[in-house]
């Protein structure tokens, strides 16, 4: 109700009472969509006019305001010139402050369209806030004296009043199309304590209390910490909710926008961590379902190593190029077993074969459920604090959940966009001990991270023979020296992004970064190596992808 006709009815009132025959000494700019104009009265008083589409308001308080920097003045011949009544327009929504100079300020508080204006005697536009260039010159309607507002000028006649009812069955939008002026909450107040009244009698009686408002402490009413409404006077259909009566009604308007822009500050960010938890959380459970498969996959170790321990002890009865052969479990009850063979290779090899498969079957089932163990716990944290998110509606209880767990949301790996912005324009990685891996995104990047990111000492990684990303290991990210599984890490990050990524295992150059050069004319990403070490690797990314 900020920038409901009512209120800017007695809005206008209260800045003639106060400000009438003051000096204009600024008009300024240094917010978006934010007008002010300091007067001297005779002490410096600042009236701010939003025309943001959900903030409309004015508002007057004493002091300046105004930052050293990023603000820009405005309407240059309002400068020096006195105000010499301030009313509201009969017809709608403008408040209009008459100078001296025979200028007219014209204040609009029509939502998206809300706009301040200068316009001469004939309603010629001289100056405006918003949209300049394209109302500069035009001519818009003007009233230029003050007119009492009566009932006459807010309740239509009776007939046509009713006929708005006939047309629509629900009684609020035909109260509000009826008499525009009301707004919602008058118009809720005006049904809530109807009865068996007479709709247009009670309409008229609450119009009349409403403009006949002197002296007003307007209230604040409020949903535990949230505010709901702002309003001149005490509303009945909102007994219920605690509220806040204020001195007059500029320090009233500042109170709501000032809780209302907190609670949506908290619903915004309650909204935007509670959502990336979610999406964290099913990203996880999709992510243990598939190690859950590769762990029963894994277990196909023993039936490898029981292949092979079967063909190297009966290697005199297996000749080369059988596709399979049955051999006795002599290990286990004696059954026969049908043994898959590579018709290419001797039994010895297929023996080899098998002993291998065993190996890295074991070591995949090893690593899939180190891994399954730490997706789980992950798992468990984003249920609970999901949880104990559950609930909270007050921002005062949303800071508290911060305080106690914003550490954990962090460590999963949650960021503000801020943060997100600032990281470095690559891949990311954390691998073992903490140290901070970067990845290139094309030949470009990689240059950048090479030449540009890279220091002299961090470790340069790349899948020799193929194209791909170039890889740093950054020293310094974390404690001490990285270790060989860290740099095993890097190396098959490195792998991972290349072309050579369905491989089994892909040769990674590995040198420190001041060995890396590039030769004069080559194309971007392409560098050349001074010292390397070559190190065979399987193509992984690290658990924890960021």
């Given at each position: 109700m900020i920038s409901n006709y009512f209120t800017l009815l007695h809005t206008a009132k209260l800045l003639h009472q106060r400000y009438a025959h003051t000096v204009i000494a600024e008009v300024?700019?240094?917010?978006?969509?934010?007008?002010?104009?300091?007067?001297?009265?005779?002490?410096?008083?600042?009236?701010?006019?939003?025309?943001?589409?959900?903030e409309n308001y004015i508002v007057a308080r004493s002091g300046v305001f105004r930052q050293r920097k990023n603000s820009v003045d405005?309407?240059?011949?309002?400068?020096?010139?006195?105000?010499?009544?301030?009313?509201?327009?009969?017809?709608?929504?403008?408040?209009?402050?008459?100078?001296?100079?025979?200028?007219?300020?014209?204040?609009d508080m029509f939502a998206s369209k809300s706009n301040v204006m200068v316009c001469d005697e004939h309603g010629t536009i001289l100056d405006a806030f918003l949209n300049r260039k394209e109302l500069l010159l035009t001519t818009r309607g003007l009233q230029k004296a003050e007119r009492e507002i009566t009932i006459d000028d807010i309740l239509p006649e009776k007939e046509s009043f009713q006929s708005e009812?006939?047309?629509n069955d629900d009684v609020l939008k035909a109260l509000k199309k009826a008499v525009p002026k009301l707004g919602t909450v008058l118009a809720n107040e005006i049904l809530f304590g109807i009865g068996s009244a007479d709709l247009y009698e009670a309409a008229q009686k609450k119009i009349r209390e409403v403009l006949s408002l002197t002296n007003i402490s307007p209230v604040v009413n409020f949903d535990e910490q949230s505010p709901v409404c702002f309003s001149l006077l005490p509303l009945t259909y909102l007994a219920s909710y605690r509220m806040e009566p204020y001195d007059d009604i500029f320090i009233g308007i500042q109170k709501f926008i000032s809780f209302e822009r907190s609670t949506s500050s908290f619903i915004q960010k309650k909204r935007e961590i509670v959502g990336w938890l979610t999406k964290e959380l099913e990203k996880t459970v999709r992510t243990i379902r598939a190690v859950e498969t590769e762990l029963s996959e894994s277990s196909r170790a023993e039936q490898y190593q029981l292949f092979a321990n079967l063909l190297t002890a009966n290697l005199h009865v297996v000749t080369k190029?059988?596709?399979?052969?049955?051999?006795?479990?002599?290990?286990?009850?004696?059954?026969?077993?049908?043994i898959p063979l590579?018709?290419?290779?001797?039994?010895?090899?297929?023996?080899?074969?098998?002993?291998?498969?065993?190996?890295?079957?074991?070591?995949?089932?090893?690593?899939?459920?180190?891994?399954?163990?730490?997706?789980?716990?992950?798992?468990?944290?984003?249920?609970?604090?999901?949880?104990?998110?559950?609930?909270?509606?007050?921002?005062i209880l949303w800071k508290n959940y911060l305080h106690s767990y914003g550490g954990m949301v962090k460590e999963l790996g949650y960021m503000t966009e801020k943060e997100q912005e600032e990281l470095p324009p690559f891949k990311i990685f954390t691998v073992e001990g903490g140290f901070t891996v970067y990845a290139g995104k094309n030949s470009a990047n990689n240059d950048l991270l090479t030449f540009k990111f890279a220091k002299p000492n961090d470790l340069w990684f790349h899948a020799r023979g193929s194209s791909g990303s170039h890889v740093i290991l950054k020293l310094g990210s974390a404690q001490g020296a990285p270790s060989k599984k860290a740099i095993e890490q890097a190396a098959s990050i490195a792998a991972y992004y290349s072309k050579m990524k369905n491989a089994k295992h892909v040769p990674v150059a590995m040198t420190e970064r001041k060995f890396v050069h590039k030769p004069k004319g080559a194309p971007a990403g392409t560098v050349a190596l001074d010292r390397e070490k070559?190190?065979?690797i399987k193509p992984l990314l690290p658990n924890n992808e960021t």
């Open positions: 300024y700019s240094q917010d978006k969509n934010t007008l002010s104009i300091v007067l001297y009265a005779p002490e410096p008083h600042t009236i701010t006019i939003s025309c943001t589409a959900r405005l309407f240059p011949s309002l400068i020096d010139k006195h105000i010499e009544s301030v009313y509201i327009s009969a017809a709608d929504r403008t408040v209009y402050c008459k100078t001296s100079g025979n200028q007219w300020l014209c204040i009812f006939s047309k190029g059988l596709k399979s052969v049955t051999l006795e479990n002599t290990y286990a009850n004696n059954e026969d077993v049908v590579d018709i290419s290779l001797s039994p010895q090899k297929n023996a080899e074969r098998f002993y291998e498969k065993a190996k890295k079957a074991k070591t995949a089932k090893e690593e899939s459920q180190l891994r399954l163990v730490i997706l789980q716990k992950r798992e468990s944290s984003l249920k609970d604090l999901i949880e104990k998110s559950n609930g909270i509606n007050e921002s070559v190190i065979f």
